[in-house]
Nanobody, 124 residues
Framework: QVQLAESGGGLVQAGGSLRLSCAAS????????MGWFRQAPGKEREFVATISGSGGTTYYADSVKGRFTISRDNAKNTVYLQMNRLKPEDTAVYYC?????????????????WGRGTQVTVSS
């Protein structure tokens, strides 16, 4: 099992940027894929981005492609989500998730451990 702690959320105006961080502890971090998901009020949790264990492969939801960048620092057991050109529709609680897969995975069921989430609010 791995413990995940997100940080970096907040309130930002449309067009602004935020950088989310997710610190992992409890098991070996580097070989395994990590992901970011989000859940807006009244909606289901949705996939945002994923990164392979090596960091060499990434994949994004169409809604964030070109605006968000996922990265990881295996020496620090941390994964990041850089969010640029934010839109009001990006408002949600953002969750970090850890998988046992080596390559990218996008389904919530492929992730075994989840953080508690961090709120991102984008004002218009």
């Amino acid at each position: 099992q791995v413990q995940l702690a997100e940080s970096g959320g907040g309130l930002v105006q449309a067009g602004g940027s935020l950088r989310l961080s997710c610190a992992a502890s409890g098991r070996t971090f580097s070989p395994y894929a990590m992901g970011w998901f989000r859940q807006a009020p009244g909606k289901e949790r949705e996939f945002v981005a994923t990164i392979s264990g090596s960091g060499g492969t990434t994949y994004y939801a169409d809604s964030v492609k070109g605006r968000f960048t996922i990265s990881r620092d295996n020496a620090k057991n941390t994964v990041y989500l850089q969010m640029n050109r934010l839109k009001p529709e990006d408002t949600a609680v953002y969750y970090c998730a850890a998988s046992w897969a080596l390559s990218i995975v996008i389904a919530t069921g492929d992730y075994s451990d989840w953080g508690r989430g961090t709120q991102v609010t984008v004002s218009s």
